[in-house]
Structure formats: structure tokens, C-alpha cells
């Protein structure tokens, strides 16, 4: 479906950019929500005389998200999940529940579509992501999974978290470093093989 965008949207364009979308991208989210009108004639000579209108609108929600930033940027997205004895939580952090922590810890409220999370987090430790308060003020921020406080803790000053043979720590481990070769006491023998006679 061809549609006129009546503001910014990542990877799709500029206010009033006529692009084609998926016909139900447009007819569930981006009509209802007043984020594009239907290509036509008439929509395109409604558009021109509202311009100036939308633009200001755009200008006045980027500077709203520019007032948000600092907050989100200071909020401390700590989770507290139940995981197994690998890390491995019992169900998972979703975009929805990041948002929702959002409004909680702030007051700044954003859709999940927002949270550029990917995919949930399954795990517990360390996990970067980005909110986007807007689409050209786009915030990094870390979210801290564990089980208590006292393990987001760690985890907040770096500390490694062990889960059976599992390390979860907040920086990826140093790839340069190999791994040890066994010393000569710690290599298995040879099972061996009795002949039995008959």
C-alpha cells in the first residue's frame, strides 16, 4: 500500500515521503496511530496545506525527547528474574517490560516498538539496548538481569556471575587470551582393551 508519512519514521522515511508498505503495517499501526494517510490526490493536497502544522509538531516531540533524555539515561533498568542453575531465566525480558520499567522508574512513557531490544532476553547478565524516544533521539542504555539484588549488584561493578560452568559477566572476555593447554597429570589414559580367551 503507497502512503504519505505525516512524520519521521526509522527505516521508512522523512515527513511527507511517499513510500509502500505492508497493507497491514499501514491499515493496524500506521493510519490508526496518524503516523501516514492514504496516497492520493486529494490526501497529497491536505498534506501540502498541513505541512508547516506536522513539522512544528515533529519539532516540539523532538524536543520533548531531548528533555527525556537525561532521565532515561539515569534510570536503572535492574530486573529481578527467576533463572535455573545455568542462568537461564523461566520465561524472558521483553520490550513491553522494559517500557513498562520505563514509565515506572521516570515517568517517560514509550511504546515496545520503541525499545530496539531485537530479541528477549533470555539470560541473566548484562545486555545493551536502545530506546527510542524519538526517531532522531535514539538513548543506549543497560539493562541488568539476575535473581537478587545483590547479583545485579555485581553485576553492576563488574563482577563475574558463575552459573555451574556458566560465567556471565557485563564485558564479553578477552578473545586473545587461549586457553591453557592440560599439564601431562591431567591427560586421560588410553582405556585399554583386555583379549579374553575362550
Known amino acids: 500500500m503507497k502512503i504519505i508519512l505525516t512524520e519521521k519514521i526509522n527505516k521508512l522515511g522523512n515527513i511527507g515521503d511517499a513510500v509502500e508498505v505492508a497493507t497491514g503495517y499501514a491499515r493496524n499501526y500506521l493510519l490508526p496511530n496518524g503516523k501516514a494517510m492514504r496516497y492520493s490526490r486529494e490526501n497529497i493536497a491536505l498534506f501540502e496545506a498541513k505541512k508547516a502544522e506536522l513539522v512544528a509538531r515533529q519539532e516540539t516531540a523532538k524536543k520533548s525527547a531531548e528533555g527525556n533524555r537525561k532521565a532515561v539515561e539515569s534510570a536503572k533498568f535492574h530486573m529481578i528474574r527467576q533463572a ?6 523461566y520465561g524472558s525480558v521483553s520490550s513491553r517490560d522494559i517500557a513498562r520499567l520505563l514509565k515506572e522508574l521516570t515517568g517517560v512513557a514509550v511504546e515496545s516498538a520503541q525499545v530496539l531490544l531485537g530479541s528477549p532476553i533470555k539470560s541473566i547478565g548484562v545486555f545493551e539496548t536502545k530506546i527510542a524516544l524519538h526517531p532522531d533521539v535514539i538513548v ?7 535473581q537478587t ?3 545485579i549488584e555485581a553485576l553492576v561493578a563488574g563482577k563475574v556471575l558463575t552459573f555451574g560452568t556458566k560465567k ?3 564485558e564479553p572476555a578477552n578473545e586473545d587470551v587461549k586457553p591453557e593447554e592440560p599439564k601431562a597429570d591431567e591427560v586421560a589414559p588410553e582405556p585399554k582393551v583386555e583379549e579374553t580367551t575362550k
Open 168 to 170: 556471565i559477566e557485563e
Open 140 to 146: 543506549p542504555v543497560k539493562i541488568y538481569v539476575a
Open 84 to 89: 535455573g542453575d545455568t542462568g537461564q531465566l
Open 149 to 151: 539484588q545483590d547479583e
